[in-house]
């Protein structure tokens, strides 16, 4: 157990190692950034006095090494644009990010598997088709016009909720919709054949023979059996949700990290733009290696290998 | 075996099951057949110039609706520029890119798969941590990134997704390749003096590239998503270019109003989606094995 927690955690720390480096390279390879930050109206002096400023007209590798050990004790320098510690920016932000994640996840978890279980139950009928055909209509759903119809539907012609921006619990709900409909066919499709898979196995059938209950067969002996995938894929779903929050956030206006990520790149603000790619990675790295801890924990067959 | 015990119960439900598996199969490859062909013969079919703007006739409803005209079938845009022609302009932006992304991430993908499923060890481990790595990493975040410096361009979003989007060729290729690098005909190939460029090339990809078919459906998909995605944000396809991402940006202004603006493209957009997932997921069924995560 303890060698395969320091294995994931080695593997944990390299990718972020790795991701920093991109994220660095980044912004550094796209171009030079002193003529990005000045603008189209600039001149040459212009351009020369902001690449001085901002140190860019160090080595590449002194660059990297100062922004590395900096990154390290969470400094990410300066924002361009909003006049602030960019660390501030992202802490004010990250609070509604996450919010809308978890939000997320929760319409998600509240949907996927019970109909994943549904359809495993009703193999091969009618039921099992319509609930398949709601994952494959969910895969094919562009976000951001989900977004759209949702605020003329619920915002405009119904008036339930608020069309956009950031404030009181009612801006997450139809974001969190939206956003849960990326992680809704894969939790729907993993239940279902891991549901498929526990009820054709023999513990079901002894559990059957010893006359228990449909409900507690389906739950206690199915379920928990099929649920140690669901687990770790919506551990790893949230990760994917808070990276894809940027297009969203965008939609919505909800002023989290991706929002604050999108204003960013419009204005060339790299220090952010690089911060936000940085957190958002370490966040889904933490998130991979508590899968890996729930899954250990859930299956005990695991922790041996 | 299970026919012979049960063959009043197994049979139909094979068959059944067969039913709904081609029923996918036909649906997607119309769809997908349908607007390959409108892509393909695009200029043909336009019925006008989808970039000639026209102030006096701007935002004119679809034929069937109330103030539409014949001779707009599905409108006009903000600019007046007719809506048929600039979705079917549409189409073939959304099948080059999805095309060509797939090309280039399958190239890399499989790649990588390939070499680190046939040769494990050393290389096996730095194939597997570079797609741990790719995957903590924001695609639409970074993708959004590199095109907002490097300034919005048709090849920069192919370039951008081909190289973000290799990880599942890459998963699929590894662990397809380690299945079969045991097998009888791969150690007969090299029996017989094979050099392992060729028992690669020739015994190992022929034998996985059904795999590989599946996930190209499955990234074209999200593929062409995303490009919608990006061109919807501005960071993407450039104007007047008539991205269905970008239609549906442009006439987001307008969409409480005439909600057609963006149901036109918005729809065209899901139902090519869906039509290359109903195919990926027949494609799936036939090869009898399971890749969905």
Known sequence: ?????????????????????????????????????????????????????????????VQYLDWMGRALTGDFGESYFFKDRVSNLIAERLPVTVSLGLVGLGIALAVGPPLGIVAAVRENTWVDRAVMLVALIGQAMP??????????????????????????????????????????????????????????????????????????????????????????????????????????????????????????????????????????????????????????????RLRTA | MSEAVLPGVTVPERRRGRLLRDSGLVLGGLIVGFVTLVAVLGPWLAPYDPFAIDLTRRLVPPAWMEGGTPENLLGTDQLGRDYLSRLIYGARISMVIGVLTVVTSGLIGTTMGVLGGYFGGRVDDVVVFAITARLSIPVVLVALAVVGLMGSSFTLVILVLGLLLWDRFAVVARSTTMQIRNLDYVAAAWCAGCSRASILLREILPNIASHLAVVATLEMALAILLEAALSFLGLGVPAPLPSWGLMIAEAKEYMFFSPWVIMIPGIALFVLVLG??????????????????
Request: aromatic letters at 8%; charged letters at 15%.
């Open chain 1, 1 to 61: 157990m303890a060698r395969f927690l320091l294995r994931r955690l080695v593997v944990a720390l390299l990718v972020a190692a790795t991701v920093m480096t991109v994220s660095f390279l980044l912004t550094r390879l796209s171009g030079d950034l002193a003529i990005s930050i000045a603008g189209p109206n600039a001149t040459q002096e212009d351009v020369d006095l902001i690449r001085r400023a901002y140190g860019l007209d160090r080595p590449l590798w």
């Open chain 1, 143 to 300: 976000s951001f016009w989900l977004g759209l119809i949702l605020m003329i539907v619920l915002g405009l012609n119904l008036g339930w909720l608020p069309i956009s921006g950031t404030g009181s619990w009612e801006h997450y709900v139809m974001p969190g919709i939206v956003l849960s409909f990326s992680a809704i066919p894969s939790l729907m499709r993993l239940t279902r054949s891991g549901m498929i898979d526990a009820l054709a196995s023999d513990y079901i059938r002894t559990a059957r023979a010893k006359g228990l209950s449909r409900l507690s067969i389906l739950v206690k002996h199915g379920f928990r059996n099929a649920a140690i995938p669901v687990v770790s894929i919506a551990a790893v779903q949230l990760g994917f949700m808070l990276g894809g929050s940027i297009v969203i956030e965008t939609v919505f206006a909800l002023h989290g990290v991706g929002f604050l990520a999108w204003e960013s790149i419009s204005k060339n603000d790299f220090p952010v733009v690089q911060a936000v790619v940085l957190v958002l990675a370490l966040i889904y790295v933490g998130l991979t290696l508590l899968a890996d801890l729930l899954n250990a924990v859930l299956d005990p």
């Open chain 2, 276 to 293: 290359i997932n109903l195919l990926g997921d027949a494609l799936r069924d036939m090869l009898g094995t399971d890749l969905s995560r």
